[in-house]
């Protein structure tokens, strides 16, 4: 239920989730099923066109219940075919997700926060601060909101075929509300994408990660950036609380078990800072135990950030030495940069509780 509109919003729940919430009302589970398809494969807004319940039981959900997602509050369209949009939350707060077209997928890239309390040091959302947890019907709200916007592609599937929560947030320190939207991302009923078309990014929350374990199939991303504990002390604050040899050990308890599965580790390429040929070697060494792809992505610049980006020849170096060592590497294609819709320049609009930065960083509504 929102803690601020009094009506369960029927958009955030799970199939259990209605299941408990129809049992409670007086009627039959089955018609979970029923509305969590007209909600998400059909878009829904309004019960009054879920042709397939009596008019009875419609008007009784229009009185007990809504669905409601997060408010579209601008748009942008980038050059390469990235657009991004901010949404605006009942609270006042905004957050930003990102769609990015490719050949063989559409990615759509969604928050689970209001700003982020991890403080990463080469991270634009983090200067903000934080405010609060999405709901899960903001967070799949997201999803819901860009299939309406993008419609379907022209051989009847829907345009977003991968999701990854790598937007404004730290998801596993909004567990239960983002387990519950991946829930719905993966249903048959409602979204139907696979587990390796679901990822989850963290920083390395490690119990959660072990808990997120017992709960979800969904693929791993974990924001690495350093290989030895001193750089990502400095880079992920996180690291003092989790080091690297935990992390790992989570990484690997993770996937053990399923032979094919791999964990994707980001890396930001920063000039003189975690780039030199020792930093690739060290980071083989590394990851050599761990079944893993090394994705390099190139520093995206923000205002008053105080790091450049490697140079093409110098990642290009990084990339080659842990190919040399059988570490799959791919160096992540810049997407959307000239709208502030790369990776790490997602802004939005944060009423700080953290007093981290005195200048909150607007967009106008």
Not at 66 to 86: F, V, Y
Not at 87 to 115: A, H, W, Y
Not at 174 to 201: C, E, H, P, Q
Not at 257 to 267: A, L
Request: proline content about 4%; hydrophobic content about 40%.
């Amino acid at each position: 239920m929102s803690a601020r509109r009094g009506k369960p919003n029927l958009l955030g729940m799970t199939r259990r989730g209605l299941e408990e919430f129809f049992v409670s009302i007086g009627e039959k589970p089955f018609r979970a099923s029923q509305v969590l398809k007209w909600i998400h494969q059909f878009g829904a807004a309004d019960f009054g066109a879920m042709t397939n319940i009596s008019k009875a039981l419609r008007l009784r959900l229009h009185e007990l219940a809504e669905i409601r997602a997060p408010g579209i509050c601008a748009e942008q369209r980038s050059l390469d075919g990235t657009r991004k949009w901010l949404l605006k939350l009942d609270d006042g707060n905004r957050v930003e997700m990102v769609f990015i077209p490719e050949k063989e997928r559409g990615t759509l890239c969604i928050s689970s926060q209001v700003g982020c309390a991890l403080d990463c040091t080469f991270c634009s959302t983090a200067r903000q601060g934080f405010n609060r947890n999405l709901e899960a019907a903001e967070i799949i709200g997201q999803i819901w909101l860009a299939n309406k916007a993008l419609g379907r592609d022209p051989r009847g599937g829907r345009v977003v075929s991968n999701v990854v929560l790598m937007g404004m947030g730290e998801p596993l320190l909004n567990f239960d509300n983002v387990v519950a939207a991946m829930d719905l991302m993966m249903d048959d009923l409602a979204y139907g994408l696979s587990k390796r078309r679901v990822t989850i990014s963290t920083a390395g929350v490690v119990p959660a990660l072990k808990r997120l374990k017992r709960v979800s199939e969904a693929s791993l991303a974990v924001s690495l950036h350093a290989p030895d504990d001193a750089l990502r002390d400095e880079l992920v604050p996180l690291n003092k609380k989790y080091p690297i040899a935990l992390l790992l050990d989570a990484c690997r308890e993770y996937i053990a078990g399923e032979s094919k599965r791999v964990v994707t580790f980001e890396y930001v390429m920063l000039k003189d800072i975690n780039d030199s040929a020792d930093q690739a070697r060290k980071l083989a060494r590394l990851l050599g135990n761990v079944p893993s792809k090394v994705n390099l992505i190139p520093f995206n610049p923000f205002p008053g950030g105080r790091y450049e980006c490697s140079s093409r020849d110098t990642i290009g170096c990084f990339a080659s030495i842990l190919q040399e060592r059988g570490i799959v590497t791919i160096t992540r294609r810049t997407r959307g940069s000239d709208i502030d819709a790369a990776c790490g320049q997602l802004v939005g609009q944060v009423r700080d509780r953290t007093r981290r930065n005195a200048i909150v960083i607007k967009e106008a509504c």
